[in-house]
């Protein structure tokens, strides 16, 4: 971190996937590095030593690059992917999305409730609204994406309950500031992986 408490983060910095070859921000991409027994590692933190080899974070991609051999191109030596390779990804980026969204609730720029993220968003304080992917469709569509704010469905009503701890949240929001872009970026990599829409249009 920087001596003001800000993360020293690249956003604007790009990578070319694997298997696509398209060159993309960093934050739909996943980062694996090779480990010291050739086995292939996914970086979720994009901390971990060593040469990074990237992929976009969509599960028919990463499905591509083990069926292909593309980790052992981009790690340029024999590389193995691990047995349940992406279902390690997703409950990796499912639990970092929770603990992001505990940290905002301990912080106080979290909410849970429909009636809490309703007053919320009429207060023009919502950057982000999570809603659970198995709650009511009705339910959830009562709330409305404001502008400029992006909508995720990518967390079961138990994994965003337990950032709440709860047994179970159908909706919640996050207000501006740096835990709100950091949920923004691991839950659209993991939106990449469940298959969920990252942006729902707003409520008129």
């Known amino acids: 971190m920087t001596r003001g408490g800000r993360d020293k983060t690249d956003e604007g910095t790009e990578r070319r996937c694997l298997v696509t070859g398209e060159v993309q921000p960093k934050a739909g991409l996943i980062r694996f590095v090779l480990g010291p027994d050739g086995m292939v590692v996914p970086d979720l933190a994009e901390k971990l030593p060593g040469r990074g080899f990237w992929l976009t974070a969509d599960r028919t991609v990463?499905?591509?690059?083990?069926?292909?051999g593309a980790f052992s191109r981009g790690a340029k030596a024999q590389a193995t992917p691990p047995e349940g390779l992406i279902e390690l990804i997703e409950t990796g980026l499912?639990?970092?999305?929770i603990?992001?969204?505990s940290l905002?609730?301990?912080?106080g720029?979290?909410?849970?409730?429909?009636e809490k993220v309703k007053d919320w968003l009429a207060a023009g304080r919502v950057k982000v609204l999570?809603?659970?992917?198995d709650g009511s469709e009705r339910g959830k569509g009562k709330l409305w994406t404001?502008?400029?704010?992006?909508?995720?469905?990518?967390?079961?009503?138990?994994?965003?309950?337990?950032?709440?701890g709860r047994d179970h949240v159908i909706h919640s929001a996050l207000s501006k500031?740096?835990?709100?872009?950091?949920v923004i970026r691991d839950a659209g990599r993991l939106n990449g992986l469940r298959g969920q829409s990252a942006i729902r249009a707003g409520k008129e």
């Open 130 to 133: 999570l809603q659970a992917s």
């Open 62 to 68: 990463i499905e591509k690059a083990v069926a292909k």
């Open 104 to 107: 905002g609730r301990k912080s």
């Open 177 to 182: 500031g740096g835990l709100a872009d950091k």
């Open 146 to 164: 404001p502008e400029g704010a992006r909508w995720f469905g990518c967390l079961t009503a138990s994994e965003l309950g337990l950032a709440f």
């Open 99 to 101: 603990e992001l969204v």
């Open 94 to 97: 499912a639990r970092r999305v």
């Open 109 to 114: 720029v979290a909410v849970a409730g429909f």
